[in-house]
């Protein structure tokens, strides 16, 4: 794990201090992870729906056997790819 040093003004140093205070968190660091997490959450969400507004804005095409078979291989590889970490 890699170490991180950031400056923070003091109310925002008071604030995650009362959080961890407080109970809600064992230390600063499992606050600003939590934080990181939440943002990478955000932002996967906010591209998924970039990625619906494209499709639903793209001309619909039918579905062929080969497209299907397709899709679940690299469904499957995905899984497997996940699986393995």
Known sequence: MQTMNISLPDPMKEFVDEQVTAGHYSSVSEYMRELI????????????????????????????????????????KRRAKRSSK
């Open 37 to 76: 997490r939440l943002d990478e959450k955000h932002k996967a969400q906010e591209r998924l729906e970039v990625l619906l507004r494209e499709g639903l804005g793209s001309p619909a095409s039918k579905m062929t056997k080969k497209d299907w078979g397709e899709l679940k291989a690299q469904a499957h």
